[in-house]
Every structure is written in structure tokens, then in C-alpha cells.
């Protein structure tokens, strides 16, 4: 989504009081190089919604409200039979512990000007987008996302699609030398279905 468009809309919900959303399921806990993927959009919404990198792998999610929705939502109104155990919501703080620091956010912004520099390189890659560690890449006409991403899968490298892109959002904690290999794994499949 592009900034403006992020920006109207809090806009729009401001003037009318309505209140303002944002799922981070997937962009937040350091996805995009910030904790939140909200703040590179310089917006600030009622509720923030959390879950899957916040786990690492446990199963939790979270819900952030500011005042106005926090009246709105009161103790009691929202129950889980496992909500809040103790188990995950340990390791939810200790995901916390890790993400939550600059140096850490800053890795996975330098880790992704790379990833995405090395992917622009390969033949076959049309454009990239995304941000931070979530990335959406384009190939060429003639070649086929799903194809590509089970060739890769057979050679050890998993990634998604998203309709006709490659869809790639690694473990923060990648090392350089992860990315490379991913990158070698990519260039062999895209160039394997180039000459089909
Ligand atoms: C997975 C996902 C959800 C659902 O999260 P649950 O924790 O399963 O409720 C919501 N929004 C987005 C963007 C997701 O990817």
C-alpha cells in the first residue's frame, strides 16, 4: 500500500471519527525494518493487531488500542480458552526482547537492501518491491511464479507466491551467508525455466 493512500485514510477516519485499524499480523514485530510497519507511515491508528511473528512458531496474538478504543473494550469482553497462557506469552516477551532494539531493526533493513540488490541482479527478475523483509518479486513475462517456487522448494529454498510474484519473507535472523545461498538456489531454478 502507498504511503499517501495510508495517510488518506487516516485522514478520512479522523474527520468522521471512525476508527482506524491496522493489521499488522504480518508486517509487524520488525518485518519491514520497524517494529511496527505503521510507523514508515507516519500514521497512528486506534487498534494495531499482532500475531504471527510475535510467537516465533507459538501461538498468540495480541491487540494494541490506544485510550479511546481501550474504553470501548472492557475486561471480559474477549475470551480464549488458551489466551494469555503462560507458555507462549513467555515467549512472546522473549521475541519482544530480541526484536525491540536498534540494532536488531537495523540488521533486517541492511539484510533486505541486500536481499533486494541481489535479487534485482538475476536474470529472469523483472522488478522488486516490498519492504524491509517482506518482498514481492516480479519475473519476467514467460515465467511461471508457482514453477519457480516449487523448483526451489525441491532444492531446499522455500518460498511463496502472491498471484504472479515470488514471494519472499525470510526468518529475521537470516545470516548473509543464508541469503547467498538462497540467492544460488534462486538463480540455478529462474535460469532452469528460462531455457524450458
Ligand atoms: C494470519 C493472519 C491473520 C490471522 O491471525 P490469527 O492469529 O490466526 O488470528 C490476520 N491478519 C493477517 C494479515 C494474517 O496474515
Known amino acids: ?5 495510508a495517510q488518506y485514510l487516516e485522514t478520512l477516519c479522523k474527520e468522521n471519527d471512525i476508527m482506524l485499524i491496522v ?3 504480518q508486517t509487524g514485530i520488525g518485518r519491514t525494518g520497524t517494529f ?3 510507523e514508515q507511515y507516519h500514521i497512528l491508528p486506534n487498534i494495531i493487531t499482532l500475531a ?10 495480541a491487540i494494541l488500542m490506544d485510550e ?4 470501548i473494550f472492557q475486561p471480559g469482553q474477549h475470551g480464549s480458552t488458551f489466551g494469555g497462557n503462560p507458555v507462549v506469552c513467555a515467549g512472546g516477551i522473549e521475541v519482544l526482547k530480541q526484536v525491540c532494539n536498534e540494532a536488531f531493526l537495523s540488521s533486517v533493513s541492511t539484510k ?3 536481499l533486494k540488490e541481489q535479487l534485482l541482479a538475476l536474470p529472469g527478475v523483472a522488478d522488486v518491491s516490498g519492504l524491509g523483509l517482506m518482498i514481492g518479486v516480479t519475473v519476467v513475462e514467460g515465467l511461471a511464479a508457482r514453477q519457480i517456487a516449487s523448483r526451489c522448494a ?3 529454498l522455500l518460498i511463496l507466491t502472491a498471484k504472479s510474484k515470488l514471494r519472499i519473507m525470510p526468518p529475521l535472523n537470516i545470516t548473509m551467508e543464508e541469503i547467498d545461498r538462497g540467492i544460488d ?4 531454478c529462474l535460469s532452469e525455466q528460462a531455457h524450458l
Open 1 to 5: 500500500m502507498d504511503k499517501e493512500y
Open 23 to 25: 493489521d499488522e499480523v
Open 36 to 38: 511496527l510497519c505503521c
Open 52 to 61: 504471527k511473528g510475535l510467537g516465533a512458531g507459538l501461538p498468540i496474538g
Open 68 to 71: 479511546t478504543a481501550g474504553e
Open 112 to 114: 533486505a537492501v541486500y
Open 154 to 156: 525441491e532444492s531446499g
Open 185 to 188: 538456489v534462486l538463480r540455478k
